[in-house]
């Protein structure tokens, strides 16, 4: 039988029954790849895949491949884990100077380097017989490569020579983890967006670090709402939970204390009797004076300067540079200098809308989006970026777009039609609350016919 060519449609319904969803950008990539599985696996309707997935373990695992992207290194990140060993760890081991171990988990561990990561900074410091490190991953084949802890040049590409001479084998162009790292972290089979949390039986509850980076971007609105709280509830009081720049931001959905800092957002759950409110709030993480590990990777950011704010004029003179690339068709390099600019200045709204607007421009809708969200968190009252976050959204999450735009609509009816819109002074508010109001109808029209 001569199949019909890749189904965006049936690659929704495969992402659905593994847990997870798709972002309107790739959709057609993985319909592609899922087209790929059933060619390879000489499976010829949509239904025969559909029913084999979850019974038939190498089928499923072969989707979850094709839905996500398998990019990890050692390190990767390194601004995160330069947080964690000057910041996170440092403070933990002031809260529970006597006591059990500290937990750490590794949500979406993949083929082990992020726990394995964990382990080694911790041996760094002398304090591998004080953590416990737990890790978790949908994928059972990456498991089982985790487990062996076998792995190639690619994967130790930001790992120093003297790290791999002592914590690695080096054999025929493959490198094997210590057998002491790798006693140290127990992998689990876990579909965080089907799986309940948190479970105390299976001992994933009570965590003090929670490292939950690049998963949650695959997963429904809905979802990550639900596992928001779940996360909150897994952790102890005064623990910390890490996502990725890209991943969506949770503060909406829990009670954590939330702060931004060159590293990215950072989540705690603070224990009741300090806890201010439930709402979040900004404050960079400050900085220890600890020298840090020689070998371990670590990041050009740096905390904020407490002394300066979003408006210097260092930010503002980055920002025309960034604009101007933009302005010359180039907003890759545009998204680039961004980047680097909110390594310095990450309280800086108008480097993270500039960020957002490249990486729109680029195509890539994902980053950009968590760029925008980022602007709306520190100021919720932006017209431009709840504009652009709408645009963002309105094909993969048309509600969150409506609010969004339906925010930039009510910022620009509070203005004089005639005042230059903030961040975009090219727009008038008029002029903005027009185009907020087509992009309002056109999904409102998509979602009715849908209805219908």
Same mark, same amino acid.
């Given at each position: 039988?001569?199949?019909?060519? /890749?189904?965006?449609?049936?690659?929704?319904?495969?992402?659905?029954?593994?847990?997870?969803?798709? %972002?309107?950008?790739?959709?057609?990539?993985?319909?592609?790849?899922?087209?790929?599985?059933?060619?390879?696996?000489?499976?010829? #309707?949509?239904?025969?895949?559909?029913?084999?997935?979850?019974?038939?373990?190498?089928?499923?695992?072969?989707?979850? @491949?094709?839905?996500?992207?398998?990019?990890?290194?050692?390190?990767?990140?390194?601004?995160?884990?330069?947080?964690?060993?000057?910041?996170?760890?440092?403070?933990?081991?002031?809260? $529970?100077?006597?006591?059990? /171990?500290? $937990?750490?988990?590794? !949500?979406?561990?993949?083929?082990? #380097?992020?726990?394995?990561?964990?382990?080694?900074?911790? #041996? #760094?410091?002398?304090?591998?017989?004080?953590?416990?490190?737990?890790?978790?991953?949908?994928?059972? $084949?990456?498991?089982?490569?985790?487990? =062996?802890?076998?792995?190639?040049?690619?994967?130790?590409?930001?790992?120093?020579?003297?790290?791999?001479?002592?914590?690695?084998?080096?054999?025929?162009?493959?490198?094997?983890?210590?057998?002491?790292?790798?006693?140290?972290?127990?992998?689990?089979? +876990?579909? +965080?967006?089907?799986?309940?949390?948190? %479970?105390?039986?299976?001992?994933?509850?009570?965590?003090?670090?929670?490292?939950?980076?690049?998963?949650?971007?695959?997963?429904?609105? @809905?979802?990550?709402?639900?596992?928001?709280?779940?996360?909150?509830?897994?952790?102890?009081?005064?623990?910390?939970?890490?996502?990725?720049? &890209?991943?969506?931001?949770?503060?909406?959905?829990?009670?954590?204390?939330?702060?931004?800092?060159?590293?990215?957002?950072?989540?705690?759950?603070?224990?009741?009797?300090?806890?201010?409110?439930? =709402?979040?709030?900004?404050?960079?993480?400050?900085?220890?004076?600890?020298?840090?590990? *020689?070998?371990?990777? +670590?990041?050009?950011?740096?905390?904020?300067?407490?002394?300066? &704010?979003?408006?210097?004029?260092?930010?503002?003179?980055?920002?025309?540079?960034?604009?101007?690339?933009?302005?010359?068709?180039?907003?890759?390099?545009?998204?680039? !200098?961004?980047? $680097? *600019?909110?390594?310095?200045?990450? !309280?800086?709204?108008?480097?993270?809308?500039?960020?957002?607007?490249?990486?729109?421009?680029?195509?890539?809708?994902?980053?950009?989006?968590?760029?925008?969200?980022?602007?709306?968190?520190?100021?919720?009252?932006?017209?431009?970026?709840?504009?652009?976050?709408?645009?963002?959204?309105?094909? @993969?999450?048309?509600? *969150?777009? !409506?609010?969004?735009?339906?925010?930039?609509?009510? %910022?620009?009816?509070?203005?004089?039609?005639?005042?230059?819109?903030?961040?975009? /002074?090219?727009?008038?508010?008029?002029?903005?609350?027009?185009?907020?109001?087509?992009?309002?109808?056109?999904?409102?029209?998509?979602?009715?016919?849908? *209805?219908?």
């Amino acid at each position: 039988m001569t199949r019909r060519g /890749p189904s965006v449609e049936l690659a929704e319904q495969v992402a659905g029954r593994v847990g997870l969803s798709l %972002s309107a950008s790739r959709k057609e990539a993985v319909a592609t790849a899922i087209e790929r599985v059933m060619v390879r696996r000489c499976i010829g #309707e949509d239904r025969s895949l559909l029913d084999r997935l979850g019974s038939d373990e190498n089928l499923t695992d072969d989707v979850i @491949s094709a839905v996500t992207v398998a990019e990890t290194h050692f390190f990767r990140g390194p601004e995160q884990f330069e947080l964690i060993r000057q910041t996170i760890l440092p403070e933990l081991l002031r809260r $529970r100077s006597d006591g059990p /171990p500290l $937990r750490f988990w590794s !949500l979406g561990c993949a083929t082990g #380097e992020e726990p394995y990561s964990l382990a080694i900074l911790c #041996e #760094e410091d002398g304090l591998l017989d004080d953590v416990r490190i737990d890790a978790a991953d949908i994928s059972r $084949r990456a498991l089982a490569a985790a487990k =062996t802890a076998e792995y190639g040049e690619w994967a130790l590409r930001n790992t120093g020579p003297r790290l791999r001479q002592r914590y690695f084998t080096s054999c025929e162009g493959r490198f094997r983890l210590n057998e002491r790292l790798r006693r140290q972290v127990d992998f689990a089979h +876990l579909n +965080l967006g089907a799986d309940a949390l948190p %479970s105390p039986e299976k001992r994933l509850a009570d965590f003090d670090l929670i490292l939950c980076r690049n998963v949650l971007v695959y997963l429904e609105a @809905s979802a990550v709402r639900r596992i928001a709280r779940q996360l909150l509830a897994c952790l102890s009081d005064g623990g910390w939970l890490l996502t990725a720049p &890209t991943d969506p931001p949770l503060w909406k959905y829990a009670p954590f204390e939330t702060s931004i800092t060159p590293a990215g957002i950072v989540y705690r759950r603070m224990a009741p009797d300090t806890r201010k409110s439930s =709402t979040a709030y900004v404050a960079p993480v400050r900085r220890q004076t600890r020298k840090p590990a *020689a070998g371990i990777p +670590l990041a050009r950011a740096r905390a904020a300067d407490p002394r300066k &704010t979003t408006g210097d004029d260092p930010a503002k003179a980055i920002a025309r540079q960034i604009r101007s690339r933009f302005d010359l068709g180039e907003p890759r390099e545009a998204a680039r !200098l961004a980047a $680097r *600019a909110i390594e310095r200045h990450p !309280l800086s709204a108008e480097l993270h809308f500039l960020e957002g607007v490249s990486r729109m421009a680029s195509g890539e809708t994902d980053a950009a989006t968590a760029a925008l969200r980022r602007v709306a968190y520190l100021d919720g009252k932006l017209a431009a970026a709840q504009f652009f976050l709408g645009v963002c959204l309105k094909d @993969s999450d048309p509600q *969150a777009a !409506l609010r969004a735009l339906e925010n930039a609509l009510s %910022s620009c009816l509070s203005r004089s039609p005639r005042e230059h819109v903030q961040l975009m /002074p090219e727009a008038t508010a008029g002029h903005l609350a027009q185009r907020a109001r087509r992009e309002i109808a056109t999904i409102r029209r998509h979602l009715g016919s849908e *209805a219908g």
